[in-house]
């Protein structure tokens, strides 16, 4: 009897065994981490063409997306069939999508991840709508991408199509195929549209090009006209008018790389333009312009003087040794950086001679006391170098002194590295200015943080800065979380002892209003969201604190922008679009102000 209850335990323990290892996923099968699919090869079994009369079945989205580069999504929408697996996020009705996992049979083998899918007919999620469940068949129309190696949906580019054999319409169909790529990049031969695109996705996620190009085209659409407030536009362009695989313009000046002035032509959808100027695959999913590093250069075949055209980016003359008795000019600093072969850090310190042409952020008294610039020999944008994160005069960090402006002569002490291979720079921290000169006529600088601000981002702190004014000892903090709010409520003005007054207000964004949460304990500031300090005196800077939530430090867009017209120092949590980004999440704020 003990033998037999003995071999009965041991059955019974070993159809355990059996069935917990069939509930194990496969190694392959984590997304995020680049492993959803196995290396570089092709999944069995696919099945369809992504149509929606054939959508292909999860293992062919697999496969499709494989063979996608980092970063890069579909041209086209397709269409995915299968059975939900797991809900990752349901549908809610503050944002509209949810997010899910499908596969072919329904288990966790060759899943395909939604991402922040819209629900049916392309619309967003009510409270009505019934809630995407496991086991629910599903096909999807959207936009597939190899984000780091998870193929996934786009993120807001697409939606579920049929629910369990339901649906309210909204296909898209497959876009007009793109023309051939031609051009070199240059105003005698100008890339398309579809040239560009494919220059940009060589460049990586980020990385500025180190050169002006021109791209042609005709506008598709247009974003935010020229004005004369800020003075540039945004607009996309294709090569053929239409919607269909377009390069963004985004925040591009006027002809002649001026500012857009009363009396100037206002572009419009079927334009015809040539762009030039420094272009980037933002966040490795939008190819665009660099925001006010580029300007239109003709406008239906008429430039900003037809006598005397633009001239060509050239190429100068390299000069110099690297000594500090013979500077490199900027363009032997670029040949010598580019021939050290791609992160690899010179061997030696060396000196370079340039004019400074764009300001990334100037130098602040703050905790790193660094400064980021472009240099190049005539202090045009052409031909570049960027000198990331240098310290000051005397291999300092910066207390007091001049501040750069554009046309400034300098001479920089370093290491340089060329960092991706494609951006020939110094190394962060291993370089200093040997002098500053200033320049004649130079231009005020444009600081990234706009205006006569520049910002600083450490962690959960951002300090917006006025170049313009002198800090005193006269400050006052204000926390968001004590000032009697309800949760879930838009903050009302708050009013300083001293006359100050803070409004948040929606910008241009009319959809999401700044809101205060308990548990953000402050405002959240969403996407083109403002916030006015109407100063009782001027004021000199502006240190936020702001809330960190599951490793995501809630500080703002990287287009985060800040301007001063007298008592008045407004901030603006700019981006792309009026949507998304990173929300600015403020729980104090700790006002100085002027001298």
């Known amino acids: 009897m003990k033998k037999l209850f003995k071999n009965l335990m041991f059955l019974a323990l070993t159809a355990i065994t059996f069935t917990a290892c069939e509930d194990v996923p496969s190694?392959?099968?984590?997304?995020?981490?680049?492993?959803?699919?196995?290396?570089?090869?092709?999944?069995?079994?696919?099945?369809?063409?992504?149509?929606?009369?054939?959508?292909?079945?999860?293992?062919?989205?697999l496969n499709y997306g494989n063979k996608l580069a980092p970063g890069e999504e579909s041209t086209d929408y397709v269409y995915v069939k299968g059975t939900v697996v797991s809900i990752k996020e349901e549908f809610t009705t503050q944002y509209g999508s949810g997010t899910f996992y499908i596969s072919d049979d329904g288990t966790a083998a060759n899943r395909f991840y939604a991402y922040r899918v819209y629900y049916l007919g392309n619309q967003k999620f009510t409270k009505d709508d019934e809630q995407v469940k496991p086991g629910d068949v599903v096909v999807l129309c959207a936009k597939i991408t190899n984000y780091n190696g998870t193929i996934e949906t786009v993120q807001n580019k697409g939606f579920v199509y049929e629910l369990n054999g339901k649906n309210r319409g909204g296909a898209v169909e497959p876009s007009t195929p793109s023309a051939d790529p031609t051009g070199e990049g240059t105003l005698a031969s100008p890339y398309n549209v579809a040239a560009v695109l494919k220059y940009i996705n060589t460049l990586g996620a980020d990385t500025e090009s180190p050169k002006d190009i021109y791209v042609k085209g005709k506008i598709s659409q247009i974003k935010e006209e020229f004005s004369t407030q800020y003075g540039n536009g945004t607009f996309y362009i294709s090569d053929d008018g239409t919607t269909s695989n377009e390069f963004y313009a985004f925040r591009i000046m006027y002809l002649g790389n001026k500012k857009f002035a009363a009396g100037n032509t206002q572009v419009k959808a079927g334009d015809e333009v040539i762009i030039c100027g420094k272009v980037v695959n933002f966040k490795g999913n939008t190819p665009e312009t660099v925001q006010n590093k580029a300007y239109l250069y003709?406008?239906?075949?008429?430039?900003?003087?037809?006598?005397?055209?633009?001239?060509?980016?050239?190429?100068?003359?390299?000069?110099?040794?690297?000594?500090?008795?013979?500077?490199?000019?900027?363009?032997?600093?670029?040949?010598?950086?580019?021939?050290?072969?791609a992160d690899k850090e010179s061997d030696k310190e060396v000196y370079i001679k340039g004019k400074v042409s764009t300001i990334k952020f100037n130098y602040v008294a703050d905790n790193y006391g660094n400064a980021t610039f472009y240099i190049s020999d005539d202090a045009t944008t052409n031909n570049e170098f960027y000198c990331y994160r240098v310290l000051y005069i005397g291999n300092q960090k910066y207390t007091s002194g001049a501040l750069l402006n554009v046309g400034d002569e300098v001479v920089i002490c370093g290491k340089v590295v060329n960092y991706k291979g494609?951006?020939?720079?110094?190394?962060?921290?291993?370089?200093?200015?040997?002098?500053?000169?200033?320049?004649?006529?130079?231009?005020?600088?444009?600081?990234?943080?706009?205006?006569?601000?520049?910002?600083?981002?450490?962690?959960?702190?951002?300090?917006?800065?006025?170049?313009?004014?002198?800090?005193?000892?006269?400050?006052?903090?204000?926390?968001?979380?004590?000032?009697?709010?309800?949760?879930?409520?838009?903050?009302?003005?708050?009013?300083?002892?001293?006359?100050?007054?803070?409004?948040?207000?929606?910008?241009?964004?009319?959809?999401?209003?700044?809101?205060?949460?308990?548990?953000?304990?402050?405002?959240?500031?969403?996407?083109?969201?403002?916030?006015?300090?109407?100063?009782?005196?001027?004021?000199?800077?502006?240190?936020?604190?702001?809330?960190?939530?599951?490793?995501?430090?809630?500080?703002?867009?990287?287009?985060?922008?800040?301007?001063?017209?007298?008592?008045?120092?407004t901030i603006i949590n700019d981006h792309t679009e009026a949507k998304g980004g990173v929300q600015l999440r403020v729980k104090t704020m700790t006002i100085t102000y002027a001298q």
Do not use: H
């Open 27 to 61: 190694p392959y099968d984590i997304p995020g981490t680049g492993k959803n699919i196995p290396g570089s090869g092709q999944l069995e079994g696919a099945t369809g063409e992504g149509t929606l009369a054939n959508p292909f079945n999860a293992v062919a989205a």
């Open 422 to 569: 494609n951006t020939p720079e110094t190394v962060q921290n291993k370089a200093y200015l040997v002098s500053l000169t200033a320049g004649s006529g130079s231009e005020e600088p444009e600081p990234v943080a706009g205006g006569d601000v520049t910002k600083t981002v450490s962690g959960t702190t951002v300090t917006l800065v006025n170049t313009k004014a002198t800090a005193s000892t006269n400050s006052v903090t204000v926390d968001f979380n004590n000032q009697g709010w309800n949760n879930a409520t838009a903050p009302s003005t708050v009013t300083l002892a001293d006359g100050t007054t803070i409004e948040f207000g929606n910008g241009e964004n009319t959809s999401n209003s700044p809101m205060f949460y308990t548990a953000t304990k402050g405002v959240r500031v969403y996407a083109k969201n403002t916030i006015d300090i109407n100063g009782s005196k001027p004021v000199a800077k502006v240190v936020m604190e702001c809330d960190s939530y599951n490793g995501t430090d809630y500080v703002g867009n990287s287009l985060l922008t800040a301007t001063v017209s007298g008592n008045k120092f």
């Open 298 to 341: 003709s406008l239906n075949g008429t430039t900003a003087s037809q006598d005397t055209p633009t001239p060509e980016p050239t190429e100068g003359e390299p000069k110099g040794s690297g000594t500090q008795a013979d500077p490199f000019n900027v363009l032997a600093a670029l040949n010598y950086t580019t021939a050290l072969g």
